[in-house]
């Protein structure tokens, strides 16, 4: 190549880099009129929709954003959307906003703090998009713990009911029981958090929505206990809180309910909740061994008195007369009045063998009538006397003033 022709070539490419420089130079100072702008005519009087637009533009002609820049135009934003009264502009803002959030996290400078609020947005869409917001509303409950705000939990829930209420088969029975897990996770939080009872109430209101009866619980039981953890701890409070939403469905006489209480019980075998989950599902005889230990284990007053009250009843009903007469004179507090009908109806299942004689035997009745009165069962008394000592009866016994009961140690006037 001849040298006029090379220094041709040089010229021409010393020119092209030249203007490429004065380009990227004159870039430069556009990008930093748009953020200078920004700053300016936009965060310093509060004007939002200036900032936005004037960071907006910066990320365009600078090509992108350094991380103090992003943050500004991703709160601007926000504020723009929260201060925005119409609901069109509003929708429209939030659609910026998260596809701002969708290039803060392409370039690096996104932060996961920014999760609970991300996955809010998705839901104030014109067409909202539940499955986005849905995953930025579990990551972000999961790494806040009790500091979720309240309004978070219950539009994440919500927002779990969306999914499952679009589903369909077995995608809708997995969200089916994602809605019943993340119920205990986010009561859990509720109540560590102490927030307001009416956050609790308004999940509970979206299970239902879900969970209409026992049938359409009941049948997730069996993969429930399948499937639970293998750490004891998580798994027994996984029983309890399932045991609770049974309960809370009236589903407790059903063979699901048993199942779970016997897992609880091997897990736990001297729970005192464990054993009142079992006691439902066994005999009286059964039962009462449980309900013993209950007792003993007992350290509140008013819970031992119930248990002592539920325990005659048991006695009652497998035939254990003597035993339950002896603990239903022994129960206390409000529950005096109800031991005592229980041993009032002892001493009359037991009448007929009690005593050497006919007459004698009567004379029972009229002890269950004492009782029975005592209780406040003025009826049953009524109906006792009924069946003691007619004044006939009376006459041919020489009108006894009093007879001892031998199997109870009380006498008794059976002819006033």
Request: hydrophobic share 35%.
């Amino acid at each position: 190549m001849k040298f006029g022709k090379l220094l041709l070539v040089g010229a021409a490419a010393f020119l092209t880099f030249a203007a490429s420089a004065q380009d990227d130079d004159e870039q430069k100072r556009e990008c930093d009129r748009m953020r200078l702008f920004a700053g300016e005519k936009g965060l310093k009087v509060e004007d939002y929709k200036t900032a936005s637009m004037y960071l907006l533009k910066a990320e365009t002609i600078c090509g992108s954003l350094d991380k103090d820049n992003w943050d500004r135009l991703i709160g601007s934003l926000k504020n723009v959307v929260y201060e925005e009264t119409d609901e069109a502009a509003k929708k429209l803002y939030a659609d910026t906003l998260i596809k701002a959030y969708d290039r803060q996290e392409a370039a690096g400078f996104y932060s996961q703090t920014e999760d609970l609020q991300r996955g809010g947005y998705y839901m104030m869409l014109e067409t909202p998009d539940a499955a986005k917001a849905d995953f930025y509303f579990q990551r972000g409950i999961e790494a806040a713990g009790t500091e979720t705000d309240e309004a978070y939990l219950v539009n994440a829930y919500y927002t779990t009911y969306l999914l499952y209420y679009g589903a369909q088969g077995e995608e809708q029975e997995k969200l089916k029981q994602r809605m019943i897990d993340d119920y205990f996770r986010y009561s859990e939080i509720i109540a560590k958090a102490g927030m307001t009872p009416q956050t609790q109430e308004t999940l509970t209101t979206y299970l239902q929505y879900a969970i209409q009866s026992c049938e359409a619980l009941l049948p997730m039981i069996p993969n429930y206990i399948t499937n639970l953890p293998e750490d004891k701890e998580t798994a027994v409070s996984g029983i309890r809180n399932m045991i609770g939403l049974l309960e809370q469905y009236g589903c407790t006489d059903t063979e699901e309910h048993e199942s779970l209480a016997i897992v609880w019980m091997e897990l736990e075998p001297e729970s005192p909740d464990a054993i009142a989950a079992m006691l439902i599902h066994l005999s009286p005889s059964k039962a009462i061994p449980l309900i013993t230990t209950l007792i003993d284990n007992a350290t509140d007053a008013d819970e031992k008195a119930g248990l002592i009250y539920q325990k005659a009843v048991l006695q009652l009903k497998a035939g254990q007369y003597k035993a339950a007469y002896a603990t239903g004179k022994s129960c206390t507090g409000k529950y005096s009045a109800d031991g005592l009908y229980i041993a009032a109806k002892a001493v009359a299942a037991t009448a007929n063998g009690c005593g050497d004689t006919t007459f004698e035997r009567k004379c029972n009745f009229i002890y269950a009538a004492q009782l029975a009165e005592q209780a406040g069962q003025g009826g049953a008394a009524a109906s006792y006397r009924a069946s003691g000592p007619t004044s006939q009866d009376c006459f041919t016994e020489n009108s006894p003033t009093s007879v001892t009961l031998t199997c109870w140690g009380v006498t008794v006037n059976p002819c006033p």
